[in-house]
Structures are given as structure tokens and as C-alpha cells.
């Protein structure tokens, strides 16, 4: 059953995954509850000042979010924005840089969101060029994951991409259930345009996303790997299959 407001504590729910994996879609979904707040890559100012990374666009989100970790950890663990039943917090593993404790995540209910290496590498690429496997995150993930399973009961909910696109009512109820959480209609769509987490209006990260109502599928079957792409795709398929094989029947 969906959390109430009746007593019960909110449901904070994580969701970790790395960048071009249809995460802010899945964002959208959530934010288009009434019933749930929603926080987007929180961690990121403090991942661009610790380690001085380079990304299109960063300066809007060092201006806009806490840079040290503990702010940002006090936050997620604070009150509820708007004191909703329900907390989805979209992170990128790779965010969770080695200074920052682990043991909150287990305070939390926790969710995993993969896709092709070969789709995350081309969708990156048009973003960003030039780029490394471990822009991709997927070791981090997979660290994310191991720690999870560890320390948390139960196989964590793995979500990939995939069946997201193309089945997406199927996807979201398989992983509400997983999350003790009630699917709504409401999660299949939502308004065009810029929302309120998200940076400015064409931002290249979210220029996709901001142009979308809803699902739209993504490609299917096993994808294609360019040349210049394959030494990048091949050091993060262990990964991805070590997450993959607890993918959500959809």
C-alpha cells in the first residue's frame, strides 16, 4: 500500500543509476505523484568540487546546491519536502565519492536502474565526446549495488532501461511493487517542458527530457557498438550484466 500520512514515517526511496539511463524519466514519473517530493542528483556540487570534473552546464548546478556532503546528507535526511508520504531521490553512484559514509543507505529503500552500456556510451558521446568508462559509472553502481545487498534485506529492485521505454506501464508497476508502493496512472506522463529540479531550459543534459510527455521507446535489441565506443562499452559490461541478472521480470 501506498504510504500514508497517518503516523507512519515516509518512504525515502534511492534510486541509483549513472547518467543516460533514462533516470530524469524516471524521475518525471515519480515527481508526477501527488503523493511523493522528489530530488534530483543531490550529491552533484559536491562531486564537481571534489574532484574539479569537468561537465557542459556545471556552473548552474555549483550555484544552486550545497557543496558539502554533509548538507546534502542532513537534508536527505531530514524532513520530507511538503511532507509527503513518499521521498524519491534519484542518484548517480558515482556521486557517492569514497569520503562520504555509507551507513545511511541503509535507511533507505533502495532501487537500481541500468541500461545497455552500448546505449549510454552513444547517448554520452553526443553530450560530451570525449570521455572515459568511468564517466559512466557503472563500477560505481555495481559497488552501490554490492553494498546494498550487504547490508539491506532482500536482492535490491534492478530496473533496466529497456523495459522502462517500451513497457513502461508493466516496468513501473513490477517496480512499485518491489518498493511496498501502489503504481498510479499518473506515473505514465506529465507536462512538457522545464521542472522545477531541473537546470535551465535546453540544459544538454535534460534538453530530451524536457521535450518528452511521456515514455517513448529507445531502440530494441541488442545494440550496436561503434568502433571508436568499444574499448569504453567492453570495461563496463561486467558490470552492467552483474546488475542485469536481477533485472525486474516487466
Not at 548552474?60 to 513518499?86: C, F, K, M, N, Y
Not at 506522463?189 to 544538454?204: K, V
Request: glycine share 10%; with cysteine.
Amino acid at each position: 500500500m501506498t504510504p500514508g500520512p497517518g503516523g507512519r514515517p515516509p518512504r525515502r526511496i534511492a534510486l541509483w543509476s549513472g547518467p543516460r539511463s533514462l533516470s530524469t524519466v524516471l524521475l518525471r514519473a515519480w515527481e508526477s505523484r501527488a503523493d511523493t517530493a522528489v530530488s534530483d542528483e543531490p550529491f552533484y556540487a559536491y562531486f564537481l568540487t571534489a574532484t574539479g570534473a569537468q561537465r557542459p552546464n556545471a556552473g548552474e548546478s555549483l550555484a544552486g546546491q550545497p557543496h558539502d556532503w554533509r548538507v546534502v546528507l542532513g537534508r536527505l535526511l531530514g524532513e520530507v519536502p511538503g511532507g509527503r508520504p513518499i521521498w524519491f531521490q534519484k542518484h548517480h553512484a558515482m556521486h557517492l565519492l569514497p569520503e562520504v559514509p555509507r551507513r545511511w543507505i541503509a535507511g533507505m529503500t533502495n532501487c537500481f536502474l541500468v541500461r545497455h552500456p552500448a546505449r549510454v556510451a552513444a547517448s554520452y558521446a553526443r553530450i560530451r565526446p570525449a570521455f572515459t568508462a568511468a564517466d559512466l559509472g557503472f563500477r560505481q553502481l555495481r559497488s552501490v549495488f554490492g553494498h546494498v545487498a550487504e547490508h539491506c534485506p532482500g536482492t535490491p529492485a534492478v530496473l533496466n532501461a529497456a523495459d522502462l521505454a517500451h513497457r513502461p506501464r508493466a516496468a513501473l508497476t513490477a517496480l512499485c511493487a518491489a518498493l511496498g508502493v501502489d503504481f498510479t496512472e499518473d506515473m505514465l506522463s506529465w507536462p512538457p517542458g522545464r521542472h522545477e529540479h531541473d537546470p535551465s531550459l535546453g540544459d544538454p543534459w535534460y534538453r530530451n527530457v524536457q521535450g518528452s510527455s511521456g515514455f517513448l521507446p529507445h531502440g530494441e535489441g541488442e545494440p550496436k557498438v561503434p568502433e571508436e565506443l568499444r574499448g569504453v562499452v567492453d570495461a563496463c559490461m561486467d558490470d552492467y550484466l552483474c546488475l542485469d541478472r536481477h533485472r525486474l521480470s516487466c
